[in-house]
């Protein structure tokens, strides 16, 4: 199966509003996750001036952005792509 | 530092890539190690600029043995020769005067200490005087050249001599100046039962040239000193030093951050990467996004070594590194200020290519982040202005670079 791609932003909006962490999803995947992510960064994913950076940190889950992202978050939305995929 | 704002601020044409402000010029750096167990080495290399950089004369003083007292000889050596200069005296003339004035060892009839000196001028003119040291190495497109020497002596002088060479260098001229205990190094071990050899270390040299033309002389001294201390094993049987004056094009670094203030710019700010002579760095996730899209050019992020104050580092065609924008300068200008990057990441990356270029061209697009004003941000984000130039002033000073700046 394809895994499922999420793009954490590395720009600043985003670090400073405590997504620097993000970068360790890998860690932080339940055990029936892992090998079906990818997990790639970004420099600026132009959320934060085109919404607003107080929903920062974002990421990207299969290019659908999510704010104010946490590990929980993140896990959640992959799951419900995979299970739209299934 | 040259704050250009008439030239390229944000109306005005763009600064050129590489500045007339930056002719050739003459870098000099040397290593060295002590004897295996002493403190303090009898080698010593000093230099000093003068004329505004266009002259710098540099000593090399190797103190009878070791220890202590080779110490002080070397250093009374080498500072005087270096006052001499400074009062103006000539070259030949200070050479001369240290031949009067060094105490002769009565049993060897060897001068107390040996010394080198170069005299080199951004224009070329070169003229070194060598006492009793190994013979300088200068190496030209990657061959030795041999030197033309007149050998002086004098009565009062005994045996001793002072050999002089005067001679036009050409841009990408190398000097090497060794100690005895890089050419001698190994003596008396089965590999090497005569020592290294000044032809050897010569080869040396020319060989770690031939795989990289750009080494610093910072580090291709090293590489001689090295190379010496293995052939004696480890532990070094004299003091062992190297030092190099290298006559050479600046390397440039341009250091794009920030989104010009008129997006109307924004092709003509991406162009500078493509500009040659001069290597970049892109700083910031916006200016990133921008020169992606004009350039077309994809910017991959390295997620490999995840650092916790500093954002991981990208790759982009064309460019060195790319960064985030404000935190990652933000720790630059700590880490100068320091002295020392205590961690691996993007921000100490950042201070590596600073510090191995002599001019860094700022160029800076003024527009105002409006993410970074949001007062949901928990921290407060330094004007990218302000940041810059406090990174250029700490280069100029503590790193003697030359910094231009040019606004977008
Ligand atoms: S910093 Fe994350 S979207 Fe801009």
Redesign the pocket.
């Known amino acids: 199966m394809e895994p499922v791609t999420v793009t954490i932003?590395m720009?600043?909006?985003?670090v400073v509003m405590d997504g620097s962490r993000l970068v360790l999803l890998e860690e932080h995947l339940p055990e029936r996750l892992r090998g079906l992510v990818r997990i790639r960064g970004e420099r600026?994913?132009?959320?934060?001036?085109r919404r607003s950076a107080a929903l920062?940190?974002?990421v990207l889950v299969d290019g659908e952005p999510l704010a104010n992202a946490t590990f929980e978050s993140i896990v959640l939305r992959i799951e419900e792509r995979l299970a739209g995929r299934a | 530092m040259v704050d250009d704002m008439n030239e390229g601020g944000p109306r005005g044409r763009c600064a050129p890539a590489t500045s007339p402000l930056v002719p050739d010029f003459i870098e000099v750096d040397h290593f060295g190690l002590a004897c295996g167990g002493e403190h303090l080495s009898g080698d010593l290399f000093h230099s000093r600029s003068l004329e505004e950089g266009n002259r710098v004369v540099s000593v090399l003083a190797d103190g009878l043995s070791s220890g202590v007292e080779a110490a002080v000889l070397a250093s009374v050596t080498a500072s005087m020769a270096l006052e001499y200069v400074e009062w103006n005296i000539d070259t030949a003339k200070a050479a001369a005067i240290l031949m009067d004035s060094l105490p002769v060892d009565p049993v060897r009839r060897i001068s107390y200490s040996t010394f080198t000196i170069v005299d080199a001028r951004r224009d070329g003119r070169t003229r070194i005087f060598e006492h009793g040291n190994p013979p300088v190495l200068l190496i030209r497109d990657g061959a030795l050249v041999p030197l033309e020497r007149t050998v002086l002596g004098q009565p009062r002088w005994g045996n001793r001599r002072l050999r002089v060479s005067e001679f036009q260098s050409s841009v990408g001229d190398r000097i090497v100046l060794c100690s005895d205990g890089v050419t001698q190094s190994g003596m008396g071990t089965p590999a090497l039962p005569l020592g290294w050899g000044e032809p050897e270390a010569a080869a040396y040299a020319l060989s770690r040239l031939a795989r990289s033309p750009d080494l610093s002389s910072r580090r291709l001294a090293e590489l001689l000193v090295d190379r010496a201390l293995w052939n004696d094993g480890g532990a070094a049987g004299d003091d062992i030093t190297c030092g190099i004056i290298h006559l050479r094009r600046p390397r440039v670094l341009q250091v794009l951050t920030g989104p010009p203030f008129d997006r109307a710019r924004d092709r003509e700010f991406a162009a500078l990467v493509d500009r040659p002579g001069s290597r970049k760095v892109v700083c910031g996730?916006t200016t990133s996004n921008i020169l992606a899209r004009e350039l077309n050019r994809e910017v991959e992020m390295d997620l490999a070594l995840p650092d916790r104050e500093v954002p991981a580092p990208s790759a982009m065609a064309g460019v060195e590194l790319v960064t985030e924008g404000c935190l990652t300068l933000a720790k630059v200008g700590q880490y100068l200020e320091a002295g020392a990057c205590p961690r691996r990441n993007a921000a100490s990356r950042l201070v590596e290519l600073l510090l191995e270029s002599d001019v860094i061209h700022f160029q800076v697009g003024t527009a105002v982040n409006e993410?970074h004003q949001d007062p949901a941000l928990p921290v407060e984000l330094d004007i990218r202005r302000n940041v810059i130039k406090r990174i250029a002033a700490l280069l100029e000073t503590r790193h003697l670079k030359k910094t231009l700046l040019s606004y977008y």
Do not use: K, V
Not at chain 1, 11 to 14: S, W
Not at chain 1, 44 to 49: F, I, M, R, S, V
């Open positions: 932003c720009g600043t909006a985003c600026c994913l132009d959320l934060c001036t920062a940190p974002f | 996730g993410a």
